[in-house]
């Protein structure tokens, strides 16, 4: 990982982790002394100039988590000298190491600060990743907004498989297509089963939603094989039936219009 404190050149790199783990107490000192848990038997690295380099993975492992463990900490007090770290190393456009973002996340949600949370999302010191999103998902009953930032931050990580299977699993038809442009590699994949979609719509006897995505999923099919009609190997037989029956005569609806927040 990629580190922004150097120490003095003839300092070794044990007696500068040594001097971090002494200043977070005197008393956990005493008890990290007696522990395994942090062990100082580490390679040395060094820069060009001799100065003693200590990683972000460092600041983690001697301050971070040290600090986490002692009871009398105040966890607040800890989020913000996290924080001020993690702004520090953007200034120097340098890469956050994954570790600091997932101990941030840990912290606002123990300390169910979810408004800080949603600001530091925003603001970029917390960046996207799928550990992030997992986070968020399992703190919906705390904070309902975790549901539209996870959804979010799919979108921006591309992971389009997923985000599908979150918006078929909470039933939001409509939501999940437009999500899928012929633009996008996952609108040709295997994967996007007409089936699913139309079967997951007749089961909430919602028309709207069955009827944006036979529209949907016709208009694809043109686009991949010329022409409208539905194969066996899509398994769609269901749904062309309950189409013929009750759209067959009618005509086409303006589907961009749908609003899908209903």
Same mark, same amino acid.
């Given at each position: 990982?990629?580190?922004?404190?150097?120490?003095?050149?003839?300092?070794?790199?044990?007696?500068?982790?040594? @001097?971090?783990?002494?200043? +977070?107490?005197? @008393?956990?000192?005493?008890? !990290?002394?007696?522990?395994? #848990?942090?062990?100082?038997? !580490?390679?040395?690295?060094?820069? @060009?100039?001799?100065?003693?380099?200590?990683?972000?993975? /460092? #600041?983690?492992?001697?301050?971070?988590?040290?600090?986490?463990?002692?009871? /009398? +900490?105040?966890?607040?007090?800890?989020?913000?000298?996290?924080?001020?770290?993690?702004?520090?190393?953007?200034?120097?456009?340098?890469?956050?190491?994954?570790?600091? /973002?997932?101990?941030?996340?840990?912290?606002? $949600?123990?300390?169910?600060?979810?408004?800080?949370?949603?600001?530091?999302?925003?603001?970029? !010191?917390?960046?996207?990743?799928?550990?992030? $999103?997992?986070?968020?998902?399992?703190?919906?009953?705390?904070?309902?907004?975790?549901?539209?930032?996870?959804?979010?931050?799919?979108?921006?990580?591309?992971?389009?498989?997923?985000?599908?299977?979150?918006?078929?699993?909470?039933?939001?038809?409509?939501?999940?297509?437009?999500?899928?442009?012929?633009?996008?590699?996952?609108?040709?994949?295997?994967?996007? @089963?007409?089936?699913?979609?139309?079967?997951?719509?007749?089961?909430?006897?919602?028309?709207?939603?069955?009827?944006?995505?036979?529209?949907?999923?016709?208009?694809?099919?043109?686009?991949?094989?010329?022409?409208?009609?539905?194969?066996?190997?899509?398994?769609?037989?269901?749904?062309?039936?309950?189409?013929?029956?009750?759209?067959?005569?009618?005509?086409?609806?303006?589907?961009?219009?749908?609003?899908?927040?209903?």
């Amino acid at each position: 990982s990629i580190s922004l404190l150097y120490t003095n050149k003839n300092f070794e790199k044990q007696t500068v982790l040594q @001097k971090i783990r002494e200043s +977070v107490s005197e @008393k956990e000192n005493m008890k !990290i002394g007696k522990s395994v #848990i942090y062990p100082l038997n !580490i390679n040395i690295e060094r820069t @060009k100039s001799g100065y003693t380099i200590v990683s972000q993975q /460092d #600041i983690y492992d001697y301050v971070f988590i040290v600090a986490k463990m002692k009871n /009398d +900490v105040c966890k607040q007090l800890l989020i913000a000298a996290l924080v001020e770290y993690m702004r520090t190393i953007n200034r120097h456009s340098l890469d956050i190491d994954s570790c600091l /973002d997932i101990l941030l996340v840990d912290l606002l $949600v123990e300390e169910e600060m979810f408004y800080e949370l949603h600001q530091y999302l925003e603001q970029n !010191i917390l960046r996207d990743s799928m550990s992030t $999103v997992h986070i968020l998902l399992t703190i919906t009953d705390q904070y309902n907004a975790a549901y539209q930032l996870a959804l979010d931050m799919l979108h921006r990580l591309k992971e389009y498989e997923v985000l599908l299977q979150l918006y078929i699993e909470s039933k939001q038809i409509i939501k999940a297509l437009k999500t899928i442009s012929p633009k996008s590699p996952l609108y040709t994949s295997p994967s996007l @089963k007409p089936s699913l979609f139309l079967k997951t719509a007749l089961e909430l006897s919602d028309k709207r939603q069955f009827y944006f995505a036979y529209q949907y999923f016709s208009q694809r099919n043109e686009l991949l094989r010329g022409n409208k009609t539905f194969i066996l190997a899509d398994k769609c037989d269901f749904a062309v039936e309950y189409y013929n029956k009750v759209y067959n005569n009618r005509e086409n609806i303006n589907y961009d219009l749908i609003d899908d927040d209903k």
